[in-house]
């Protein structure tokens, strides 16, 4: 027995030495590979000027003509995403889902006894403590009942943004009032868009082109309209808004994911993808006649693109690929879901309905992969016909 004991003991202290060791060969190997990838992003003589905006290092930023007290500023750096501790310990929720899975949780019929065991943990829960002062708690009480300022996101960076509300809505109106971009509807489409689409994925299910998993998995049960709310871009002079759109629990919402999922090898197939800043490193490494480094931004990426020809250049890659897609989906009906997706472009704001007028809708899941292969087709275009040749490009 004494043996056996004293066994285990060498077994153990072995595989805490090994373990050790592994982990700081792991610390060794990470710490080697920043080191490189600071050498290597560092390796040009030629320093950049650091470039700051004041405006987006400040964690609030008062646009409006209300004095802020300290614990309100307080409170709104802690962004708009923190989450205040509850009150008091909410078990309906908890109890709802865990019945879900009890017969899993405890097979033989144990059922009861695991219940009983939940409820009891969750009658002697403690209430977490608050993760605010009493001053903050009452200051985020004053500002959401403050009529005549609006809180918005900042559209690049953290910066919580403070503004009147007449001079939000009228940024925003501003935008929505320009006829090139935005149009006006009377009624929601949404339950006629529904009827079409399920009969759309009924016709592909029985054309064995969907399985019935996945067929069943397209349909949203209880679909909203696509709603439009708005980022502040204190990055600008003037400073202007972003309408940004959330498409989640919409007609296209689960169909659009699915395609995209599908699409993803085809934006990295370009020759210009760069997978992060070592792959850049490697590219750019050994260039022996370095020249100057041009930049383009297209301004409202989204909105610009067009569809007709984004579904050309999807086609057009389509057809190049060596390897299928891993979807059982033809081309025709990839093309065609596709083209139901991205003309979809209607959304709320407030109690208006609008409809966006050309270019790929914002907030699908499909218009960035959508966007990548139309500028990847475009690209090529554009570097076959060009009198010079880069000697690096990407796209980011």
């Not at 003509?65 to 923190?82: D, E, R």
């Not at 033989?108 to 006894?113: A, E, I, S």
């Not at 059982?328 to 959304?347: E, K, R, V, W």
Request: aromatic share 6%; hydrophobic share 35%.
């Amino acid at each position: 027995m004494a043996d056996l004991l004293a066994e285990f003991e060498r077994d153990g202290k072995w595989l805490s030495s090994t373990k050790t060791t592994a982990n700081n060969k792991l610390d060794l190997s990470t710490k080697t590979g920043h080191v490189k990838k600071l050498h290597f992003l560092t390796a040009s003589p030629t320093k950049l000027k650091k470039i700051t905006s004041p405006a987006t290092n400040n964690t609030v930023v008062n646009l409006s003509n209300k004095q802020l007290s300290n614990q309100q500023v307080n409170a709104l750096a802690k962004g708009l995403k923190f989450a205040l501790t509850p009150r008091r310990t909410t078990s309906d929720m908890f109890i709802t889902n865990i019945e879900k899975g009890l017969q899993q949780l405890a097979p033989g019929g144990k059922v009861d006894y695991l219940r009983h065991q939940i409820c009891n943990i969750l009658y002697k829960a403690q209430p977490q403590k608050p993760n605010i002062t009493p001053s903050e708690k009452q200051a985020i009480k004053q500002l959401r009942q403050d009529p005549d300022i609006v809180i918005a996101p900042a559209d690049i960076g953290k910066a919580t943004v403070v503004l009147d509300k007449d001079h939000f809505h009228t940024m925003v109106d501003n935008l929505l009032d320009d006829t090139a971009t935005y149009k006006k509807i009377n009624t929601d489409p949404t339950t006629k868009l529904n009827r079409q689409h399920k009969s759309t994925l009924k016709i592909l299910h029985n054309k064995f082109e969907l399985c019935t998993d996945l067929y069943r998995k397209q349909s949203v049960s209880h679909p909203q309209p696509p709603y439009a709310r708005a980022t502040v871009k204190i990055h600008k002079n003037p400073v202007k808004t972003r309408l940004l759109v959330c498409s989640r629990d919409t007609v296209f919402y689960n169909t659009a994911q699915h395609l995209t999922q599908v699409l993803s090898p085809l934006g990295k197939s370009a020759n210009s993808f760069i997978n992060d800043s070592t792959d850049f490193c490697s590219k750019i490494r050994d260039i022996s006649n370095p020249g100057p480094i041009i930049s383009y931004d297209v301004v409202d990426l989204f909105t610009n693109v067009p569809r007709e020809e984004a579904l050309q250049a999807l086609r057009h890659r389509i057809d190049k690929l060596q390897q299928p897609l891993n979807t059982s989906l033809s081309t025709d009906s990839i093309i065609s879901l596709t083209s139901t997706c991205i003309n979809s472009t209607y959304f709320t704001w407030g109690d208006e309905i609008y409809e966006q007028i050309h270019g790929l809708p914002m907030g699908s899941p499909l218009s960035p992969i959508l966007t990548e292969i139309y500028m990847t087709v475009l690209e090529d275009k554009v570097l076959d016909t060009a009198p010079f040749k880069p000697t690096c490009g990407s796209k980011s």
